[in-house]
C-alpha cells in the first residue's frame, strides 16, 4: 500500500516534469519562431538566427512530439478537451511554421535554375559528361542529407602551413586535397582559395570555413586553399572563435596585401607541392571573406591593386557567399571606419576600390552569389548590385537567393540552402574550370 | 461498406501496419546508407521514407492517446510505451541534431567519431522505438476492450 502511494506520487512528479519541460519547449519555440521570420536586434537573437534557419526541420519535430506529449498529460475530461484542440493547434502551428523553409526548397531551386539557363542555356546540363555528373548531388535536396549530416567522399588535409611571417604576423593556411592523384575527377586539380567570414575582426580558417564542403570539394579533385588573413583587433570579442596571433591594427590594404603574398606563394611554391593547376583558379569566401572575394576576384586586374597578386594565377570564377559590398557605409562606422585610412571625402578612391561591384569589368570572371532573402545583416541589395554589374559588362553572375536564409545559413552543409547552394555551385565550378 | 465506428480502427491498424514496414525499410536503408554513405538517388527514396515514418510515428501517438483504454492492463501498458516512445524519440532527435552540427565544425579525429555515432544511435534508436510501437499497436487492436473505438 505504502510502495503504491510512493508510486503514484512519484508518477504525478513525473508527469508534472514532463508538462513543465514540455511548457518550456513551446516558450522557447515561440521564440525560435519569431527568430526565424523577424530580425531582433539584439546579438544573442541575431546569433540564434544563424542557426535556427539552418535546423528548422529538426525543430518542427521537437515541436511536434512535446505537443502530443502535452495533449497526452492532460485527463480526458469533457471540460477540458477545449483545451488539448488548441494546445493541439498551437503545437501544430509552431510545426508547420517551422517546416516553411523546407517547404520553400523548390522556390530556391527554381531560381537558381533559371539562374543557370540564363547563363549556360537552357541544355546546360548536356555540357556536364555522365561521367562526372556521378561525382555530384543526384538531386538538388534530400533528406537524408538534411536528417543525417552530409555524406562526403574522403580527402587528404594539411594543416598548419605557414605563408606569411611578417610584421609581428604569422599567417597559415590548410590544404585539402583529393586522395586519389591518378583518377580523372570532376575538379582537374583546380584550386580554390577559401577566405573567412567573421566582419574582418573574428574567425578563422577550418572551424570558421565550412570545412566540409572544403572536404566535399578536395574529394572531387579541387585543391582547397583554406586561408587565414590578419584581422583587425578593435577590441570586441564574439562567439566566433578567433586566434590571438591574426589581430591586430590592420587595414583591408593589408588584408589584401596578405592574400596578395599568399598568390605570389602560391604560383612559386604551393601550387607544384600540391599538384594544383594555377590556370583554373577559384576564389570563395563568405560574408567579410566574399567581400574580399569580391575585391579580389573582381581588382585582380585593376590598376589601383597593380602589383599585389601573382600575375601566374589565371582566375575562373568568384564564389561570393552573402557579400558586403558597399564600402560606404559599411566602413564609414566605428569601429569598421578604422578598415579604410580616412572617409568617403578624403579618401574617395580606397572607398571606391573597396566596393566590388566598382570594379567590375568586361575582363572579370563569372560570379555564383548566395544570398539569403532573411539576411538583416547584409541584405540582398549588395548582392544584386555586384550582379547588375557584371552582368552590365556582359559577364555571367549567377545569383542565388534562399527564402528563409539568414546571414551565415551555408555552415552546416546539409540544410536546406546549402543542398541547393552545393548542387550548383559544384556544377558552376565545372562548366567554368 | 465500412460502419462507420469501424473506420477509426481500420485507419488505426493501416496506420500501424504502415509504420511497422517504413521502420523495418527505414532501418535496412540507414544499415545501408551507413555502411556506403554516398549521395544517390537510393538513399534519396530513403530520405522520404525516414521523414515519412517520423510523421506516421507521431500520428500513431496521437491514435493511441485518443482510442486507447488506459483501464485496462494491456491499455495501461501501450500507453506507458508511448510516454517511453516520446521521451526516447526527443532524446534521439536531440543526439542527431548536435551530432550534425557538430560534424560541421569537426575536421577529424575521435570527437568526430563520437558525433558520428551521436546521429547513428540517435536514428537507430528512434527508428526502433517507433517499430516497437507500431507493432505493439498493431499486435493489440484487435484485443477486445483495449482500444475504445465505438
Known amino acids: 500500500m505504502y510502495v503504491n502511494l510512493n508510486k503514484t506520487i512519484l508518477l504525478k512528479y513525473l508527469k508534472l516534469l514532463l508538462a513543465i519541460l514540455s511548457f518550456s519547449t513551446f516558450i522557447i519555440g515561440i521564440y525560435f519562431t519569431i527568430v526565424l521570420f523577424i530580425p531582433l536586434e539584439d546579438g544573442i537573437s541575431s546569433s540564434f538566427s544563424f542557426f535556427i534557419t539552418q535546423i528548422s526541420g529538426f525543430l518542427m519535430f521537437l515541436y511536434l512530439i512535446p505537443t502530443i506529449l502535452l495533449v497526452k498529460l492532460i485527463p480526458t475530461i469533457k471540460r477540458r478537451s477545449l483545451v488539448k484542440k488548441c494546445i493541439l493547434v498551437f503545437g501544430l502551428c509552431l510545426t508547420f511554421l517551422n517546416a516553411l523553409p523546407l517547404i520553400a526548397t523548390p522556390i530556391s531551386i527554381q531560381t537558381a535554375e533559371n539562374e543557370f539557363n540564363i547563363a549556360y542555356g537552357e541544355n546546360w546540363r548536356a555540357q556536364i559528361p555522365s561521367t562526372v555528373d556521378s561525382y555530384f548531388l543526384p538531386t538538388q535536396f534530400n533528406f537524408y542529407n538534411y536528417l543525417l549530416g552530409f555524406s562526403h567522399r574522403d580527402c587528404n588535409v594539411d594543416t598548419d602551413v605557414k605563408y606569411y611571417d611578417n610584421d609581428g604576423f604569422q599567417l597559415y593556411f590548410d590544404v585539402y586535397y583529393p586522395k586519389s592523384t591518378t583518377a580523372q575527377l570532376p575538379g582537374n586539380n583546380s584550386i580554390i582559395i577559401k577566405i573567412h567570414a567573421g566582419s574582418w575582426q573574428f574567425g578563422d580558417k577550418s572551424l570558421g570555413n565550412v570545412l566540409v564542403l572544403n572536404k566535399y570539394l578536395a574529394a572531387q579533385g579541387y585543391v582547397v586553399f583554406d586561408i587565414q588573413y590578419g584581422l583587425l583587433d578593435a577590441g570586441g570579442s564574439s562567439f566566433i572563435p578567433t586566434p590571438d596571433h591574426v589581430r591586430g591594427n590592420l587595414t583591408l590594404h593589408d588584408m589584401v596585401y596578405q592574400i596578395g603574398n599568399f598568390t605570389k606563394q602560391l604560383a612559386t611554391t604551393f601550387a607544384s607541392t600540391y599538384n594544383a593547376n594555377l590556370d583554373s583558379v577559384f576564389i570563395m569566401g563568405g560574408s567579410a571573406g566574399a567581400h574580399l572575394t569580391g575585391v579580389i576576384g573582381l581588382g585582380y586586374n585593376d590598376p589601383y591593386f597593380a602589383g599585389n597578386f601573382s600575375n601566374a594565377l589565371n582566375i575562373k570564377g568568384i564564389v561570393p557567399i552573402y557579400p558586403p559590398n558597399f564600402a560606404d557605409p559599411y566602413f564609414t562606422h566605428e569601429p569598421l571606419s578604422r578598415l579604410i585610412p580616412g572617409d568617403p571625402l578624403s579618401n574617395p578612391l580606397a572607398f571606391e576600390k573597396f566596393t566590388p561591384s566598382n570594379l567590375a569589368d568586361a575582363t572579370d570572371p563569372p560570379a555564383m552569389i548566395f544570398q539569403g532573402l532573411r539576411d538583416d545583416l547584409v541584405p540582398l541589395i549588395n548582392a544584386e548590385t555586384i550582379k547588375n554589374a557584371l552582368n552590365a559588362n556582359g559577364v555571367d553572375c549567377m545569383l542565388l537567393t534562399f527564402p528563409f536564409a539568414a546571414h551565415a545559413s551555408d555552415l552546416i552543409v546539409g540544410n536546406t540552402f546549402s543542398q541547393v547552394w552545393v548542387y550548383y555551385l559544384e556544377r558552376f565550378l565545372y562548366l567554368e574550370q | ?109 575521435l570527437l568526430l567519431v563520437i558525433t558520428f555515432l551521436m546521429i547513428i544511435i540517435g536514428f537507430f534508436g528512434i527508428e526502433l522505438i517507433s517499430l516497437q510501437l507500431a507493432l505493439t499497436t498493431f499486435l493489440n487492436i484487435d484485443n477486445r476492450g483495449v482500444c475504445k473505438f465505438e
Open chain 2, 1 to 109: 461498406m465500412l460502419e462507420k465506428s469501424n473506420i477509426p480502427k481500420k485507419l488505426a491498424k493501416t496506420l500501424s501496419q504502415l509504420g511497422i514496414f517504413l521502420h523495418i525499410l527505414s532501418c535496412a536503408f540507414g544499415i545501408m546508407y551507413f555502411s556506403f554513405p554516398v549521395n544517390s538517388f537510393i538513399f534519396d527514396i530513403f530520405g522520404v521514407i525516414l521523414i515519412a515514418s517520423w510523421i506516421l510515428n507521431a500520428l500513431i501517438l496521437l491514435i493511441d492517446d485518443s482510442y486507447l483504454n488506459k483501464s485496462t492492463v494491456i491499455g495501461k501498458k501501450l500507453n506507458r510505451l508511448t510516454y517511453y516512445n516520446i521521451i526516447l524519440f526527443i532524446i534521439g532527435l536531440l543526439l542527431i541534431l548536435w551530432g550534425v552540427i557538430l560534424t560541421a565544425f569537426i575536421l577529424d579525429g
